[in-house]
């Protein structure tokens, strides 16, 4: 049974470091196992209990009295205690709310000129290949076909990029983030449907944390929240969605720089004579090969260089448009009825469904928009839009049908044959360097929802590099990026077709929008809690269009459509497996920590040397004493003086400020030296810490904890509170549990002027200084556990596949855990570890 082997384990462990504190003189009793169960993974207390000062270390590994209080049980009402770590945060909350600086007009504007060169790239040379593709399933034979398509393609682009994205997705943006799993961490802050359980009720303080919530007394928004919660079911659904959206969106960073690079280049097709089909694959592979090769001199500086060419593009596309428009036949302005439409379904029936899927084209990328939000900001992204990307497609589309009514037979070739003749070489190369920066879009967006599912325990760890001092959210991810070059190169040279890439591209596209169709309605009626019928009619409308679409593209399945469903399904078993595995360690770790009893009788010696210096004990635990230290009481012949659990956590926020990001406390009596650090970070949080700044702020935090320590016990004895042991000063509660983070603001005095007596005179301060002191002069060191996650011998045999294969194969070929919390390597001590999940 897993218990009793939990037990087993435990008995052996804890009787070893017993039988050798007691060889050292300490003195004590065998206890058993003092290893807690997994009943403390909800370490929430009642409003009535009855509290030991030593129990529930889930909630106070404090002791409860750090050394200068005895043990004691009594029965006590009270209000539901908050966890030792909120009262630090309480400090910040209200004090340091996100101001963000006020963004000129002129910055928009040039924000706005960068997304032309990274966000609408991929919109913007659709017109490429659209009507091609269109009318490769409806023949033109007469104005109805033209008009019906025009139609069409009016009204999708005015629907779903203007309309959707433009005015209500970019709003369900996570304080500037944009993507399916920026979506996620928005409902996951509102609803517990995290499957981590390292929630926190001081990750809630966080200023970016916070959700404004216009009528938080609706009852449909908390029936909505309460069957999210409580339900695993529909937790492990909508984690499977948001894998899903990202996935498909990593299957667009690979199809599209394949059939834009190939569109662009087919225009050689016609003009130099034998160009055929193998020099096209040729030229093609060279320009994405290129392509990936620059990505890693970063998003700003590729934006700012693409920018001026596809500024000068969709001038191209509007003014050619235009061109044709007025010389050929302006009346298909009248396509803006949405009557073509239905005449063109009636002409065509089965065919003019099936030319849905090449309708679609026109949207792609129109995702991006939304992923790639945390490299912009949303005023850049609607105003590029709706003042320069709308109206030139709207010009390029009308052109190449004014001319398609007088040459209907040049619909393969629609988009050169329509360049006005002169024009061709420049327009050819313009298009050629449009079509390399469209790729640049999906691209982005691959490497923003790669990261946003690191950070949130979805994704292996890899490699991040952040290309921009001044935006965060500008990234680079090598091995994502080889990945996409090589996948890209196999697409081009097995197709060797734009018409079977298309067919492949209609459905990771059109799977990306009805994840995100979803997930917004969610967000509607979840945190905005907007009417209910305005909801639906969002989710009606464009959901419908969506599963239109998508019955259309779902039908060219065996003429390429496979192949983003293969992507999309590889990515979803990675992201799956890391997520299972990693939520099965966590809660082995919760379940195999160390309890207070056990500490107790260890004694302060921790049953062995204790020698100068400062241990960093690196792990993922918000609380307790995790079960590798014991490993290391065993495996060491000393340890470190003073200990510091350091857990690196990120929150479901996408940044977290400085002042906001450390939480600190104490660890058994004062006489361990033990103390519990969590450093919190957003999912675009950028963490380039020197580990001698951050040793550095260790010490002088430590000091500023244990002075305020003393200044709370001080104020504590003055007042001389003995009925509920805590003191309220001004709007903050403090309770037993004393705790600072490790920056302190400079702005106010944590405590009144006229209770903050001199403390420089206390003995053990001075004591506790003096140990700090001597600790740090003798450096530092980095202990860390490299553990093997292993499936229980009862599992099923699923289970042991996953876990012991899958997932071993997922840990132990990613980032290691040095290089992950960025701990130098001079001073490393790790020891190996066997989690049973």
């Not at 104005?143 to 069409?152: K, M, P, R, T």
């Not at 929802?449 to 490699?463: T, Y």
């Not at 969590?678 to 702020?697: I, N, P, T």
């Amino acid at each position: 049974m897993e218990e009793d082997g939990i037990e087993e384990i435990s008995s052996s462990i804890s009787g070893r470091l017993l039988r050798r504190r007691n060889t050292g003189g300490g003195g004590g009793s065998d206890s058993g196992s003092r290893w807690v169960d997994g009943s403390e993974v909800d370490s929430e207390t009642p409003p009535w209990s009855l509290v030991d000062d030593n129990d529930n270390e889930g909630e106070n590994n404090t002791g409860g009295g750090y050394g200068y209080g005895s043990n004691r049980r009594r029965l006590i009402k009270k209000p539901k205690r908050v966890d030792s770590f909120d009262v630090e945060s309480m400090a910040f909350s209200g004090s340091h709310a996100h101001h963000n600086k006020e963004v000129s007009i002129w910055q928009t504007l040039g924000l706005a000129f960068q997304t032309l060169g990274v966000v609408y790239g991929d919109m913007g040379t659709s017109p490429l290949y659209v009507f091609t593709d269109v009318f490769s399933k409806v023949q033109i034979e007469s104005n109805i076909d033209v008009l019906g398509a025009l139609s069409l393609v009016i009204y999708t682009i005015a629907l779903v990029p203007l309309a959707k994205y433009v005015f209500i997705v970019l709003k369900a943006n996570d304080n500037g983030e944009g993507g399916t799993f920026a979506l996620y961490s928005l409902i996951s802050r509102y609803a517990k449907v995290n499957l981590l359980p390292n929630r926190q009720q001081a990750d809630e303080r966080i200023s970016s944390y916070r959700l404004k919530l216009p009528t938080p007394e609706l009852e449909r928004a908390l029936k909505i929240k309460e069957k999210l919660e409580h339900n695993s079911f529909y937790k492990t659904l909508l984690l499977l969605l948001v894998l899903m959206g990202t996935s498909m969106i990593i299957g667009d960073g690979i199809l599209t720089p394949a059939i834009s690079v190939m569109s662009a280049v087919s225009g050689l097709e016609g003009k130099i004579q034998g160009f055929g089909t193998g020099a096209l694959v040729g030229v093609s592979v060279v320009i994405l090969v290129g392509l990936f090769g620059i990505q890693r001199f970063g998003t700003s500086k590729v934006g700012l260089t693409f920018a001026p060419c596809l500024a000068l593009w969709f001038f191209s596309l509007g003014s050619i448009g235009l061109y044709n428009l007025i010389k050929y036949d302006v009346s298909v302005v009248k396509a803006i009825n949405p009557l073509y439409i239905y005449l063109f379904f009636k002409k065509n029936s089965f065919k003019a469904w099936s030319s849905l899927g090449g309708c679609v084209l026109c949207i792609t990328g129109a995702e991006a928009m939304f992923a790639d939000l945390g490299h912009f900001s949303v005023p850049s992204i609607q105003i590029a839009f709706s003042l320069v990307v709308f109206p030139c497609l709207l010009l390029a589309y009308m052109g190449q049908a004014a001319y398609l009514l007088q040459h209907p037979s040049s619909a393969d070739r629609i988009f050169y044959d329509s360049i006005p003749d002169g024009l061709f070489w420049p327009v050819f190369v313009i298009a050629t360097l449009a079509a390399v920066i469209a790729s640049q879009a999906m691209i982005s967006a691959s490497f923003s929802c790669i990261k946003q599912s690191m950070a949130l325990g979805c994704f292996p760890r890899l490699k991040v590099i952040h290309t921009s001092r001044k935006f965060m959210g500008q990234i680079y991810i090598p091995v994502i990026n080889w990945f996409l070059m090589i996948m890209c190169v196999l697409v081009v040279a097995t197709f060797q077709s734009t018409t079977d890439i298309a067919n492949a591209y209609g459905i990771a596209e059109v799977g990306v929008m009805m994840v995100s169709t979803a997930l917004v309605t969610l967000v509607m009626l979840l945190i905005w809690q907007t009417n209910l019928f305005l909801a639906l009619c969002f989710l009606i409308i464009f959901g419908s269009i969506e599963l239109l679409y998508m019955s259309a593209v779902l039908s060219k399945i065996t003429e390429g459509g496979w192949l983003p469903l293969a992507f999309a399904s590889f990515f979803l078993c990675v992201m799956y497996i890391w997520n299972y595995g990693s939520v099965l360690k966590y809660q082995s770790e919760v379940r195999d920590k160390i309890s207070m009893d056990f500490m107790n009788e260890l004694g302060s010696t921790l049953g062995t040397v204790r020698v100068p210096g400062i241990g960093l004990l690196y792990n993922e635990l918000v609380h307790g004493v995790p079960s590798v230290l014991g490993q290391f009481l065993l495996d060491l012949p000393a340890i470190h003086s003073t200990l510091v659990f350091v857990c690196i956590k990120y929150v479901p926020v996408p940044v977290v400020t400085q002042e906001e990001r450390f939480l600190f406390r104490r660890i058994c009596p004062k006489d361990y030296h033990m103390f519990q650090c969590v450093a919190r970070y957003g999912y675009k949080d950028v963490r380039k810490e020197d580990h001698h700044a951050f040793e550095k702020l260790l010490v002088e935090s430590l000091e500023k904890f244990m002075r305020k320590e003393a200044q709370d016990l001080a104020l504590e004895t003055e007042i001389n509170d003995a009925d509920f042991e805590c003191v309220s000063v001004g709007q903050r509660i403090y309770s037993g549990e004393l705790s600072v983070p490790l920056i302190q603001p400079e702005s106010e005095p944590v405590l009144p002027s006229s209770v903050m007596g001199p403390i420089d005179d206390d003995p053990s301060l001075e004591y506790e200084l003096s140990a700090l002191k001597e600790a740090t002069e003798s450096g530092f060191t980095y202990l860390l556990g490299h553990g093997d996650v292993k499936a229980r011998k009862d599992s099923f045999f699923f289970k042991k596949l996953v876990i012991n294969y899958f997932y071993s194969f997922l840990r132990n070929n990613c980032r290691g855990g040095a290089a992950t919390m960025r701990v130098p390597h001079m001073n490393i001590i790790q020891v190996g570890m066997t989690y049973r999940v």
